[in-house]
């Protein structure tokens, strides 16, 4: 029995399920919306009210349902899809005429499809009681600012009522970006199986707005309830903490890497987590209140990022922890960083020179370009902000996937570089053009085994229209034919060439590929669809996606979920306290509000 509403309740948004308007993470200026982003938003407007009045439903929970999804989907296609590909669940790439066509498809509902294992790399929260809030006092300023479009006014006592700022009624602001957001919208209203919960930038750790201590609570729960992981975390690292000069070591170095020393040791670390563009005071002394941090980041190829580097590959190797770094490249904050050190131009040059250790370039450059295919080598500046970029910074150190084609293949991986889509497949996922060319290069040159989708959440609200997008992206036959990808996402891992949803690709051995399946059945497993879901980033993380899969269909993370979701496995599923709202700053004039706070001191 549906209660009657209290209007003394916070508001629930009745925002559309895929909301395409600019947003930002925090971490660049958001653009103006385009004349097809609002023609996506009104058409989802439109199509909701005629759609929820058929479903004999009221806005806010219609717009929390599948059919939501679908319309969002309908409305992309509606204003974008073409020449380079469009958003639909049939094989031939062709939407349906109409936005009920879509209503079904079962890959807008929150179960997991066939062979899908879904490892979100980039996901966020923050301790909203941590010491930061005391010794940091700037950095909540520039959290309220950022937060406040998206989670209404400010908290206080109206109607007889505490109201807080957003959907989950929060008193303080900051729990709104807290754990308990974090673990209903990744694990109760998306379809995540697992979230890599990543850091931010701040030494030492105890100020940090994440501090690792709390990470690591967050992951035990996470874990304890599933009794399997369904969380695991990287700590953040900097090598230039007290920077006094160049080619002389930064005061703090050494205490920062005893730092790590001690972390790698007693902590269940997975990866580190570096921003080159991150400066530090001259001397170790605090900046004045207002000003940005100092001019002084670092590259991976020069005296600090090779220390750093050095000391992970040493470290790991002696506490046995994965040899894995992630660092943010593009995306440049506005010139609040040192920017010139967020271009991905390095990736290449240490990619190579560190073999051993896997490097995800977080956001793969990217700084907020139009996606096309790649231009040439001749016409790019790997010194440049740009996925393009990205791309020749590998390919001027000759360390791109076509130089790793095996024998009787077309297509290879890089060695050790990963493109993570943070940040960048959600700006590109609202044009299907742009997120044809994006994924279609980085197959090209970083490899169908080497992208990872990591989706920057809890900073843009829920996940799961990254997610929904992701499994319907098709290749139009232009796409296909020029990135030879003859059955688009759909093509195998190992072999682009075969449909790992095909049986009849799997009847017989394959001649250049070992351990290629004979069974006569299909393999959505071995998709590059599903790959870039989650299956790329779980091996380079020694984690057995199928082994998850079996565990989490009985444990009580899953229980919790099917008892909160209603009508599950229909157009009418619904999240019921699904948030549908953005987090970041949505215009220049909010970001710079967050940006030139008084007492802004990241």
């Known amino acids: 029995m549906k209660l009657p509403w209290n209007e003394s309740w916070p508001d629930i948004p009745e925002d559309v399920a895929i909301d395409v308007m600019p947003t930002s993470n925090g971490e660049y200026v958001p653009k103006p919306p385009t004349h097809k982003q609002l023609a996506i938003m009104a058409l989802q407007d439109q199509e909701i009210e005629r759609q929820r009045r058929r479903f004999n439903m009221d806005r806010r929970s219609f717009v929390r349902t599948a059919a939501a999804y679908g319309i969002g989907l309908w409305a992309i296609n509606a204003v974008t899809a073409g020449r380079w590909g469009s958003y639909a669940y049939a094989a031939d790439g062709r939407p349906g005429d109409a936005p009920g066509a879509e209503l079904e498809n079962p890959g807008i509902q929150l179960a997991n499809l066939p062979g899908e294992f879904i490892l979100d790399t980039q996901g966020h929260h923050l301790d909203a009681n941590g010491r930061w809030r005391l010794e940091n006092p700037g950095f909540e300023e520039f959290l309220k600012l950022w937060t406040s479009s998206a989670m209404g006014s400010m908290p206080g006592v109206d109607k007889g009522g505490f109201k807080g700022f957003g959907p989950g009624g929060e008193i303080d602001p900051m729990q709104n970006l807290g754990r308990y957001h974090y673990f209903k919208e990744m694990f109760l209203d998306s379809s995540t199986t697992v979230s890599l919960l990543t850091a931010l930038p701040n030494l030492p750790d105890e100020t940090n707005i994440l501090p690792v201590a709390y990470a690591i609570e967050t992951a035990g729960l996470a874990n304890h309830l599933s009794q399997s992981q369904r969380c695991f975390i990287h700590a953040f690292a900097q090598p230039n903490r007290g920077y006094i000069g160049p080619h002389a070591t930064p005061l703090h170095q050494a205490e920062d890497f005893q730092w790590m020393e001690d972390t790698a040791k007693n902590v269940d670390i997975h990866g580190w987590k570096l921003y080159c563009g991150w400066g530090d005071c001259t001397g170790g002394t605090p900046p004045p209140l207002g000003s940005s941090p100092p001019m002084n980041g670092w590259w991976f190829d020069d005296d600090m990022g090779m220390a750093i580097v050095e000391h992970i590959d040493r470290i790991c190797d002696k506490y046995n922890r994965p040899k894995v770094i992630c660092t943010h490249k593009g995306l440049a904050f506005n010139?609040?960083?040192?920017?010139?050190?967020?271009?991905?131009?390095?990736?290449?040059?240490?990619?190579?020179?560190?073999?051993?250790?896997?490097?995800?370039t977080y956001h793969c450059g990217y700084d907020g370009e139009y996606m096309a295919a790649y231009p040439g080598d001749e016409v790019v500046n790997s010194s440049n902000r740009s996925v393009d970029a990205f791309i020749k910074s590998l390919r001027e150190n000759a360390w791109d996937a076509t130089k790793f084609v095996p024998h009787g293949l077309e297509h290879g991986n890089t060695v050790n570089m990963y493109a993570e889509l943070g940040s960048v497949w959600w700006n590109c996922m609202n044009d299907v053009d742009q997120a044809v060319h994006l994924l279609g290069k980085l197959i090209t040159y970083v490899g169908a085994q080497r992208i990872v989708l990591g989706t920057d959440c809890i900073w843009y609200g829920n996940p799961q229209p990254q997610f929904v997008t992701m499994r319907a992206l098709q290749f139009s036959n232009e796409a296909k034919e020029l990135y030879n990808l003859p059955h688009g996402l759909d093509g195998d891992r190992w072999d682009p060439r075969r449909n790992a949803l095909?049986?009849?690709?799997?009847?017989?051995?394959?001649?250049?590929?070992?351990?290629?399946?004979?069974?006569?059945?299909?393999h959505p497993e071995r998709s590059i669809r599903n790959g870039i879901l989650g299956r790329n980033a779980a091996k380079a993380y020694g984690i057995d996606p199928d082994a998850h899969r079996g565990l989490i269909k009985a444990d009580q993370v899953e229980t919790m979920r099917q008892a909160y979701i209603l009508n599950a496995g229909t157009a009418r599923e619904q999240a019921s306290f699904r948030s549908n709202q953005m987090v970041g700053p949505r215009t220049r004039r909010e970001f710079f509000r967050m940006v030139t706070a008084p007492d802004y001191q990241p």
């Open 335 to 360: 010139g609040t960083f040192d920017s010139d050190k967020f271009s991905p131009r390095d990736m290449g040059v240490v990619g190579r020179q560190y073999p051993q250790i896997k490097f995800y």
């Open 502 to 522: 095909s049986a009849g690709s799997y009847r017989h051995a394959h001649p250049d590929v070992t351990g290629w399946p004979t069974d006569g059945r299909a």
